[in-house]
């Protein structure tokens, strides 16, 4: 007789076992012996023990399986745009207060694990509702116009102080870089991550300065240095004219041809910007532009650079073949416009005025709202496309 024979076996003369009287026990308990060959001792201790409900986990038992911690947790992850768990764990407490305004109060005990869970624990919980996306392309193409002119950075600035930002241009055109349609300019500053995004029609080089002018004139701290790519939007006189003929010069440089990672900052936030937002597919009409733009230039950028955490690469040591890397503790843009000492009271009076009337969860509804009527619009266009 075989293991799960047995305790078949045991399951159906247990109840029986413990309600017969004593002569029948023992009849029982002489039976079960003989069938099993079991020592009598260890028998009985089978007979009068409890049966066992399922299996049973050894360790302590889990904390995290409140439904109102998990409801928390879930609506702050969707509303950051599907942060990883590091920029999550530290987007929790700034986000916290928001959802007891707009959704309903949270008890001390869900707030405490709020606060105290770990990143580990995080990608756990989340790993059922992680998305994938996929790819685009890349339609960088070399501007040899006054590459000459524009010298190559081959060193870090001085990422002390804000002011010092990397630029790129993101292509929304689907599966195909033929004709037109709109491009994101992407600017990063590299000490705070503060980041700033807008539409342009075909990449055009006046379209590309007319949104650099206005990206500057709502920058919480002076533009002091722009390094870009080599592509013709950036490499031409308008550009270099813009940055060189001011009282003040901005140092303009840029990356070394075919090196992407020498705009690191900027390529990274070329997928939680843009492409979270407005993803792979083709935008080619161009009275999209300015609801972009309108987008682009309010609740967006308030929502990620007050509300999203990012991190930071402050020290890279190589061993061997093998990188290590060690990272900042992740804070949010508009905490390190604040902690810096290079940007007057006034701004910082100015953008603390303007945070404590912001609420991300109000700021999602109105990004969503309008990101409906902008693919609304780009499904009629398609439509439209397709009978002609």
């Not at 075989?2 to 076992?17: D, H, M, N, Q, S």
Request: some cysteine; charged content about 25%; aromatic content about 10%.
């Amino acid at each position: 007789m075989g293991r799960k024979e047995k305790l078949a076996y045991l399951r159906v003369i247990r109840p029986r076992y413990k309600t017969a009287d004593r002569r029948t026990k023992a009849r029982i308990l002489d039976e079960f012996c003989a069938v099993c060959e079991y020592n009598r001792k260890y028998a009985t201790r089978l007979l009068n023990s409890q049966p066992k409900r399922g299996k049973t986990k050894r360790g302590k038992k889990p904390k995290y399986t409140g439904q109102l911690f998990m409801q928390v947790l879930q609506a702050i992850y969707k509303a950051s745009d599907f942060m990883c768990s590091d920029r999550l764990k530290a987007a929790i407490p700034v986000w916290l207060p928001h959802y007891e305004q707009t959704h309903k109060p949270v008890d001390d005990d869900t707030r405490t694990l709020l606060l105290s869970v770990s990143p580990a624990t995080i990608d756990r919980l989340l790993s059922p509702i992680r998305a994938r996306v996929g790819k685009g392309l890349c339609g960088t193409k070399p501007g040899t116009l006054l590459r000459s002119q524009i010298p190559v950075r081959t060193a870090n600035w001085d990422i002390n102080s804000p002011g010092y930002m990397e630029a790129d241009t993101v292509a929304h055109c689907g599966n195909s870089l033929a004709g037109e349609f709109v491009w994101s300019l992407t600017m990063t500053d590299i000490h705070s991550q503060w980041t700033e995004c807008r539409a342009v029609w075909n990449k055009a080089a006046d379209g590309v300065l007319a949104q650099i002018r206005d990206i500057e004139r709502g920058l919480p701290f002076e533009l002091l240095g722009f390094d870009c790519d080599n592509g013709s939007e950036f490499i031409n006189h308008n550009l270099v004219n813009f940055f060189k003929n001011r009282p003040k010069p901005v140092h303009f440089t840029r990356s070394r041809p075919y090196r992407k990672n020498d705009n690191a900052h900027v390529e990274q936030k070329n997928w939680t910007h843009p492409r979270h937002l407005l993803g792979y597919y083709r935008i080619d009409d161009m009275t999209l532009v300015d609801l972009i733009n309108d987008l682009y230039a309010n609740e967006w950028s308030l929502l990620q650079n007050h509300f999203c955490p990012s991190l930071k690469l402050i020290e890279k040591v190589k061993f061997g073949s093998k990188f290590h890397k060690i990272y900042d503790k992740p804070i949010t843009p508009y905490q390190r416009i604040l902690y810096s000492d290079k940007i007057s009271q006034e701004n910082k009076a100015m953008l603390t005025h303007l945070h404590n009337r912001l609420n991300p969860f109000k700021l999602k509804k109105r990004i969503e709202a309008k990101l409906n009527n902008i693919f609304k619009l780009i499904r009629v266009t398609f439509i439209l496309r397709q009978r002609i």
